[in-house]
């Protein structure tokens, strides 16, 4: 799996938007991009996932660079339910893969 | 549909001591892992299957045994623990079908102290 790059902690407003970004320069062409999430010591949950084009689903976006070194999940309007650790995880496959998980971004969504 | 079930929940143990991590999902998924979570970490892989009576080693695999003789079960052994085993325990599984690239669902963990 291709190496991810996350900030280690955001802050953001609640009914704001949060834009949480991620660096794979490494990604190779068939890995995909996936975001998790954990909040406080639950399962990591998952997300959205894309290989190259932009992706939403009920809960965020994904938006892919075109050289694919880069992405951001935005999630629309944040709550307080939000507040997690957020994973970005560049895989080909879930099952095939030693996926590993890095130490993620903490998003603290504020009042 | 239960998903991933982990149990226990929470778990003490003496150093020495053996134990099972029970790990069953229901939705017939082929790929099943085991992870660890130390304080303040990310997940580490330990081990995992992709399919029943088969599996290979992770990242920290050392002092843990799988097998795996059905598709729904994916115990995690502990032989002789450990207080460096003390940890957060995640199981999750996944399914290959028709779309390769395909969510992991996890458990909701099991938190073991070893004293």
């Known amino acids: 799996d291709a190496k991810t790059t996350q900030p280690t902690s955001m802050d953001c407003a609640e009914g704001r938007a949060a834009n949480l970004p991620c660096n794979h320069s490494?990604?190779?062409?068939?890995?995909?991009v996936y975001w998790y999430r954990q909040i406080h010591s639950q399962g990591p949950q998952y997300i959205i996932h894309?290989?190259?084009n932009n992706e939403t689903n009920e809960m965020a976006s994904l938006i892919i660079t075109e050289d694919r070194k880069s992405s951001t999940l935005i999630l629309p309007h944040a709550t307080l339910r939000d507040t997690a650790v957020y994973y970005c995880i560049a895989s080909t496959t879930w099952g095939y893969q030693k996926v590993t998980f890095g130490t993620g971004t903490k998003l603290q969504v504020i009042p | 549909n239960a998903g991933v079930t982990q149990t226990p929940k929470f778990q003490v143990l003496k150093t020495g001591q053996s134990m099972t991590l029970q790990c069953a999902q229901d939705m017939n998924h082929e790929y099943m892992s085991w992870y660890r979570q130390d304080p303040g970490m990310g997940l580490r892989l330990i081990h995992y299957?992709?399919?029943?009576?088969?599996?290979d080693q992770g990242e920290v695999p050392n002092g843990y045994n799988v097998s795996r003789s059905t598709t729904e079960d994916f115990p995690l052994r502990l032989l002789s623990a450990a207080p460096s085993q003390t940890s957060v325990y995640f199981c999750a599984s996944s399914s290959d079908g028709q779309e390769r690239n395909t969510e992991a669902f996890f458990g909701q963990g099991t938190r073991l102290t070893v004293v």
């Open positions: 299957s992709v399919g029943a009576g088969i599996t």
């Open positions: 894309g290989l190259k």
């Open positions: 490494t990604i190779s062409g068939n890995e995909y």
